[in-house]
């Protein structure tokens, strides 16, 4: 009796935004220590079937690239490069396009691509990523914390920007500004969702105040939901 | 503007020092600021910030405290002050030369239509005396608040022979000594200039720089003093009491060559006496060549009278400012931030 493994292996490629903004969380954790998490779980998920992980790190630009490749120790190298890595006072805004374009031209094979960032980005990136999307699959992690959606009530601060450190007084307490405010982070909320869907990437959503593992499997069986609608689509038509 | 206790105003330099503070924290909380993933957002949605009028209520309070620190060394200002009452004493010369005629129509008639007019101009406040002096000095009406009275005694007034400016004054005085329980004036000067004891206790002379504004005396001559007590020798007793003489010179001190009634009279202003006696009283000396210069002197010192300019504390104003700007500085943080600062 013979068993039949496929044996098809995929290379994947984590695309990593560690620059300043990602040095924020109030909840459970930083976004970059949820982004670390997400890295170690895939990065050993897919390396215990023999797939290979690289990885692209992008602090003040990119900064370093990890060529993909197998095994245990490529995993612990992976993590043990990014646990390494200081935290920026200063950077200029993130670009998430020169991220994205580095990719381009660098990632040959058809690969699995993460592009990991909380997405506060110089804008032009959306087109990098349509054209990634076409080559690769590619699936957009959203790392966001829950102060990002709505800000605590606690009067006039200084409120400090993690990458330009942009100085900047605001009346948290001020109600037109909250209802404002609501009002930016929800268009933001659909305008990245539409950027997703134009570039047809995959996207899921990391907060700081949720489990990782638990939103990882949820994902999970809604991709797998979504496949067998689409492969009944597909069946209709 | 003075200060009773300037030592004080080195104080104000403690504003500065607050100033330096107030920028020191805000450096400082520039540093405790809250550091956030992105201002993107958040710039988006604060449309124009509070901007400089986070700096507006800090900035008036610290103006108060300026004021309040002033204030502490307890600024003077000299401030007008009407004096609504009082006693003016018009004491005139009706000498013989007041008959000339270079004023129209006589010294005399002008002098005391100008007096008149003065004392239309008082207010009700104000009680008015006539005094006429010649060889001897008389009280013609005692102060009263009656006009009508006074009007009359004005035009009872008759030129006659000498000239008594010192027992003119001493007689003014006595009008507005008149009724108290003093011994009158002129008896206690006169004693004193015999050498004999002053009946009943002197006045003690007031202390430097207090005045008693509610009474003055007007006094008009056109000539010299001729008779016993010289103006100057008596002058304490004005002093003494903190009563102004203002004094109204009419003609010149060269002298005139007057036709009174058909003789030819000489007359000269003792110009010299006149300042003295209104500069050592606090007073002001006036002159007046014609009728018109006249009037016009009664006119001035009808609102000299009435206002005078007085050095005044003003530490209350400057507490008040201060309080001011205190509240103003907490409503606007109130309305504006919803806190104080």
Do not use: C
């Amino acid at each position: 009796m013979r068993e039949y493994h496929e044996d098809r292996e995929i290379t994947a490629q984590f695309l990593l935004d560690v620059s300043p903004s990602v040095d924020f969380g109030t909840a459970n954790a930083l976004k970059r220590d949820l982004l670390i998490d997400f890295v170690a779980v895939l990065a050993r998920l897919l390396t215990r079937q023999g797939n290979r992980v690289g990885a692209m790190l992008y602090g003040r630009g990119v900064e370093r690239v990890i060529p993909a490749r197998g095994g245990r120790m490529q995993v612990l190298r992976l993590i043990d490069d990014l646990e390494r890595r200081p935290r920026l006072e200063r950077a200029p805004e993130t670009s998430l396009r020169e991220l994205l374009a580095t990719a381009i031209t660098t990632v040959r094979r058809r690969s699995l691509l993460f592009v990991v960032s909380d997405f506060f980005s110089t804008p032009g990136w959306e087109p990098a990523l349509t054209l990634l999307g076409r080559r690769h699959e590619v699936l957009a992690i959203r790392l966001t914390d829950p102060r990002e959606r709505e800000l605590p009530d606690i009067g006039m601060v200084v409120m400090n920007d993690a990458e330009t450190g942009e100085h900047l007084w605001v009346d948290t307490s001020d109600a037109r500004f909250r209802t404002r405010f609501a009002e930016v982070v929800r268009r933001r909320d659909a305008a990245l969702a539409a950027a997703f869907a134009r570039a047809r990437v995959e996207a899921l959503e990391l907060s700081t105040e949720d489990d990782l593992v638990r939103t990882i499997v949820r994902y999970a069986a809604g991709r797998k939901v979504r496949n067998a609608r689409r492969a009944a689509a597909g069946a209709v038509r | 503007m003075t200060f009773l206790w300037p030592g004080n105003l080195f104080l104000v330099l403690l504003v500065p020092l607050l100033v330096a503070a107030y920028v020191w924290a805000q450096r400082r909380r520039h540093r405790y600021a809250l550091r956030y993933a992105s201002l993107s957002l958040v710039r988006e949605a604060l449309g124009r910030g509070p901007g400089w009028r986070r700096h507006v209520p800090p900035a008036l309070l610290l103006a108060a405290l300026f004021f309040m620190l002033v204030a502490t060394a307890r600024p003077q200002t000299v401030v007008t002050v009407p004096v609504q009452e009082g006693t003016v004493i018009l004491a005139i010369d009706v000498s013989g030369s007041m008959q000339a005629e270079d004023l129209r129509p006589s010294r005399m008639e002008a002098a005391k239509a100008a007096a008149k007019a003065f004392v239309e101009k008082q207010g009700p406040g104000v009680r008015i005396g006539i005094v006429a002096f010649t060889g001897d000095a008389q009280i013609v009406q005692t102060p009263t608040f009656d006009k009508d009275l006074v009007a009359a005694g004005i035009d009872r007034l008759r030129p006659q022979r000498a000239t008594a400016i010192g027992r003119g004054i001493l007689a003014s005085l006595d009008a507005i000594f008149e009724g108290s329980e003093e011994v009158p004036p002129s008896v206690a000067a006169l004693a004193r200039l015999a050498g004999e004891p002053v009946p009943g206790a002197t006045p003690q002379p007031l202390p430097q720089g207090v005045r008693d504004t509610s009474a003055s005396i007007v006094l008009l001559s056109d000539g010299q003093n001729n008779q016993f007590p010289a103006p100057q020798q008596i002058l304490d007793e004005a002093v003494n009491r903190g009563i102004r003489i203002y004094t109204v010179g009419v003609g010149s001190a060269e002298g005139t060559v007057l036709r009174i009634q058909g003789r030819t009279v000489r007359t000269r202003l003792d110009e010299a006496t006149l300042k003295q006696i209104a500069e050592i009283t606090d007073g002001q000396y006036f002159n007046a060549s014609n009728a018109e210069d006249l009037r016009a002197v009664y006119e001035n010192l009808t609102t000299q009278l009435v206002f005078r300019n007085e050095k005044t504390e003003v530490t209350a104003l400057f507490t008040a400012l201060a309080a001011i700007l205190s509240v103003v500085a907490a409503a606007l943080s109130l309305l504006w931030f919803q806190r104080i600062p």
